[in-house]
Structures are given as structure tokens and as C-alpha cells.
């Protein structure tokens, strides 16, 4: 099992940018795949980002497409979410999520979740 805790959210203009952080333990983080999923009130739980384990391939929403970018570290076991050109409806919790087996976009497919971390966009 893999714990997460992501840090970095906060109040934003539209129009700027923030990066998100998520930290993990456990010994078998570099054979996780994270991703990082979003949630608005009223809202159901939305894929946003995702990475292999090895960091070769990277996987988007079509609404951030362009505008974010997920990287990861695995020597510091953390997992990032560059968000640019931030817009209103970007506003969500953000939660990041590793599982050990194939990327997907369906969010009851990921072992693993952080706690979330509130993102909020001005417009």
C-alpha cells in the first residue's frame, strides 16, 4: 500500500498558475502509476492527469489538455501537477491516486488516495 499527501492547492486568478505536490511512501512507489483526479461540489470525481511508473507516458483530460502537465520524481517519491492558464471551472478538490496495475480514467480502479487538496480559481 502506498500513502499520498498532496500539498500546493490554493486561491488563484484565472489566467495563473499553481503546481500541485504529492508525496508518497512506501517501498514500491516506483511501480506505481499516479494520477490525479479532480472534484467539484455537487460534482462526480474526474480524471485529470495521469503517469506510468516509469514516467514515459503521461495521459490527459480533455479539458486540461494543454494546460497541464504531470511529472514525477521517483527518487523524492512525489508526484506533480503543473497547472497553467487556469480557468473558473478548474476550481475542485484535487486528490492524488497510485495503483499498481494499468492506468485508467475510472477513478474506483485506484487503490490508493491523498487526503485532496482544494484548488480555487477567481475569475
Known amino acids: 500500500q502506498v500513502q499520498l499527501v498532496e500539498s500546493g492547492g490554493g486561491l488563484v486568478q484565472a489566467g495563473g498558475s499553481l503546481r500541485l505536490s504529492c508525496a508518497a511512501s512506501?517501498?514500491?512507489?516506483?511501480?506505481?502509476?499516479l494520477g490525479w483526479f479532480r472534484q467539484a461540489p455537487g460534482k462526480e470525481r474526474e480524471f485529470v492527469a495521469a503517469i506510468s511508473w516509469s514516467g514515459g507516458s503521461t495521459y490527459y483530460g480533455d479539458s486540461v489538455k494543454g494546460r497541464f502537465i504531470i511529472s514525477r520524481d521517483n527518487a523524492k517519491n512525489t508526484v506533480y501537477l503543473q497547472m497553467n492558464s487556469l480557468k473558473f471551472d478548474d476550481t475542485a478538490v484535487y486528490y492524488c491516486a497510485a495503483d499498481p496495475g494499468s492506468i485508467t480514467t475510472m477513478p474506483a480502479e485506484w487503490r490508493s488516495w491523498g487526503q485532496g487538496t482544494q484548488v480555487t480559481v477567481s475569475s
Open positions: 512506501g517501498r514500491t512507489f516506483r511501480r506505481y502509476a
